[in-house]
DNA sequence: AAGCAGCCCAACCGCATGTAA
DNA sequence: TTTACATGCGGTTGGGCTGCT
């Protein structure tokens, strides 16, 4: 079955925006606030399609956009978050205050695959590029299809999935305790503690407890893997629900504060709750 | 100065997902 | 339960910019 195309194509501009256009668009989201971008365009005057100005405004209009260069501790904190989530760059995005995915896609192809390369690492991986895959390696992030799952937790650096269809074991902690000069460690957590020498924890001991919210905060729970949805709130678009605020896991779930971010002291999405900011 | 190649990034496209009817 | 629609995500593209020859 075929989708209907999301808007008249044969009436609407594509291409780079005008400021004139830019200006309409900010305009009315001032006026009306974000959604409902189907007609949107209509509402505001503009010959572009919704999806358009929703990747727009999003992308480069919106006011809390932290513009220029990316931070060496930006850098590192995403190269962390990719390690941990793979391509899921709004996941990513999200907590990193003032960047959008799209941007952070970028920055990723362009700048820090190459560097990670330079440093002999597969940017995919995350593994040393002479690395030989064997059976049993862990799971890499990338390999994890998080849209099957619509809520998980990685909690003292364990998790199962779907009654033990598959297992990732991050073992940071029980580095943390046990000898890891032992000459019994294991492959796996000999990298791990590789990884642990190349990612300085600012002084503080790196947790990895992660949450990983779906783009709504549905009603149901999950039953098949008795995993809770977030919340009980409305699931319409944030923007929609005009008495919406922070959902109350938000601070527990903030990944730059729990990565141990030095500008986590000053979190904007821990303390900010207007609707601009996403959870974090 | 002109031509070319490579890089960067804004924007587009197709698909997945959630939801309302 | 099914279907159509709206939105969001990730991959890809292409035009502009920059540096090199």
């Not at 572009?48 to 220029?68: E, F, V």
């Not at 791990?192 to 549905?218: A, H, V, W």
Request: net charge positive; proline share 4%.
């Amino acid at each position: 079955m075929g989708r209907s195309p999301c808007c008249e194509k044969a009436h609407t501009n594509k291409g780079a925006w005008t400021k004139e256009e830019d200006q309409r668009l900010i305009d009315y989201i001032r006026l009306h606030g974000e959604g409902c971008w189907r007609s949107l365009p209509k509402a505001a005057g503009l010959l572009r399609c919704g999806k358009s100005c929703r990747l727009r405004w999003i992308n480069y209009l919106r006011p809390d956009l932290k513009r220029g260069n990316f931070t060496q501790q930006e850098d590192e904190l995403i190269i962390k978050l990719h390690s941990l989530l793979g391509n899921k760059w709004s996941l990513i995005a999200a907590r990193l205050p003032g960047r959008t995915d799209n941007e952070i896609k970028n920055y990723w192809n362009t700048h820090i695959k190459r560097k990670l390369l330079s440093r002999g690492i597969d940017p995919q991986t995350h593994r040393p590029l002479d690395h030989q895959p064997t059976a049993t390696n862990t799971i890499t992030p990338t390999q994890l299809d998080f849209r099957s799952v619509p809520r998980v937790s990685i909690a003292n650096s364990s998790l199962d999935f779907k009654s033990n269809e598959f297992q990732i074991k991050a073992k940071a902690e029980s580095l943390e305790e046990g000898d890891s000069s032992s000459s019994g460690m294991t492959t796996d957590e000999e990298q791990l503690q590789q990884c642990k020498d190349k990612f300085p924890r600012n002084g503080q001991d790196l947790n990895l407890e992660l949450s990983i919210g779906t783009r709504s905060f549905g009603k149901k729970n999950n039953s098949t893997t008795g995993i809770s949805t977030a919340n009980s709130a409305d699931s319409k678009p944030l923007s929609h629900n005009k008495n919406f605020r922070l959902p109350e896991y938000a601070s527990s779930i903030c990944l730059c504060c729990q990565l141990g971010f030095q500008a986590s002291e000053n979190c904007s999405n821990c303390q900010n709750t207007n609707e601009f900011n996403r959870y974090c």
